[in-house]
């Protein structure tokens, strides 16, 4: 299906069965090398690369004398016959490398102008700054690894859509021209013209549009989803990112575990891996005890211990006042981390103190030798603080909203500087019952840890109507794969007085909460189906399963990490005239 008028195959197709073959091509210059009265074209396009030859005993002096001056990343079009290389003329590494097309005509279709960036690298050859590679990225996009990505993404999108229409989802699409719906971000607002004074919002999530369709009773529901969030700076976001978004009527959260591992398993299929559904469950809980983070990479042990009865009493201040103020102490202990230096147990230490803990006290065991500050604690024994030979222990002690994270810190850190290998290649799990509110760390006031339409956990509604609202868990779940959040989801709040209190306690006044939401409570009170859903992180996903390092190489038109189009130039001044037509002013 690939021949048209102008060509036969694709470059990157041909093969020994081609061998004799008359074809046509269009490619674009990957390299041109002339030797010995020879002209060697690596001609590329999105299937890859083939050698092209020209020689005088089969091509005609003018179209030798054409192909002299052609550049690199022209477009040519060429006509030849595929010919068998000689047994020593072979490339390996090529997948057309058995073959060349020994060329009879060739026509410059594009001329191309010295690149800005070269598209052909030699083997190692650094590639350009990144800021470079974005002002051309009709030219970066044109290398094979960029090429490969998307053809990934390509597959990966169509096998998500063919996974949840198989489940009996409708693929729905929802503006984009929005009502503001909160995710906890920033809204890119977009004035009106014809309405002076007011704006749409771009959707940060389809989230109520995708709770609207439950309760019109469309029961599954999914979008390969565009999402717009203006937050800060960070290297590992996008200000527009893709979520395949879904929603299903009348579950449990089982019944949206189901769903969505079908759809994350299809996805590592395609990318050529195999796993398999019933991921691991941790509660919140669970996790921040065990490994000090809601992102466990469980393709390691290493879970952290309550060490507080073993090490009471035992002469040391800081332990002990930590443990009369109700705090606890927490070890991770490290096989082989007996082998760190001094220097890399200090960077270990550096990372739990950045995660708040005051310090991070240490033993070292080896051999029958104890060493480390905890070496001194009365009647401390190998046995007692359960080291085998060679381990190191690093215990944090304090509240576990300090002790918890630090040593989740420092599990991360210590799992990369001892270049620990996985016990297993992917790990999934889900991390369930997050608490429903969480402390604000700049203004220390409690605000909804996720969006306010997720369902309090139903043993914890009566706490919550006391306003006890730290202890209330909620219906929240997410997926972590191998210590990467995949996505995040929810069942939600149908009874539309307890949405009403949820915007309460959200500090909105009820005429607020009708001007911002009236129109879901109207719904709600339209009679609503249980519900529930997520959204996988899409851009996530390919660049894992690309192997890829950054988002940027996922997306065909990123923005960098200060929210800029380099190639096309976002965002843009625009003519006064057109700020004016919408009735705004631009302040200095
Ligand atoms: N709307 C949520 C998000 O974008 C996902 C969900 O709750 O389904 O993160």
Redesign the pocket.
Known sequence: MTATAMRTHRCGALRATHAGQEVRLGGWVHRRRDLGGLIFLDLRDRDGIVQVTLGPDWTPPEVMERAAGVGAETVVLVKGVVALRPETARNRELPTGDVEVKAVDLAIAGRASTPAIPVARVKGEELPAEELRLLHRHLDLRRPELQRNLALRHRLLQRARATLSALDFYEIETPILTKPTP?GARDYLVPSRLHRGEFYALP??P?LYKQILMIAGFDRYFQIAR?FRDEDLRSDRQPEFT?I?L?ASFVAPEDVYAVVEAVLTALWEEAGETVSGGFRRLSYREAMESYGTDKPDLRFGLAISDLSERFRGRGFDAFDSALASNGKIRAIRLPGGAVLSRKEVDALIAEGKAAGASGVATLKREGDRLSGPLAKLEGMTAELAELNDGDLLLAVAGPDSVALPSLGRVRTAAIARLKLQPREKHVFAWIEQFPLFERDPESGTLVFA??PFTAPHPDDVPRLMAGELEQVRSLHYDVVYNGVELG???IRITDPELQRKVFELLGLSRDEAEARFGFLLRALEAGAPPHG???IGFDRVVMLLAGAESLRDVIAFPKTTAARALFEGAPTAVDPQEIAELGLKVLP
Request: negative net charge.
């Open positions: 995710e940060q999530s989230q999402c979520q978004d929603e996720h969006h995040s989801g929810s859903g997520f959204a």
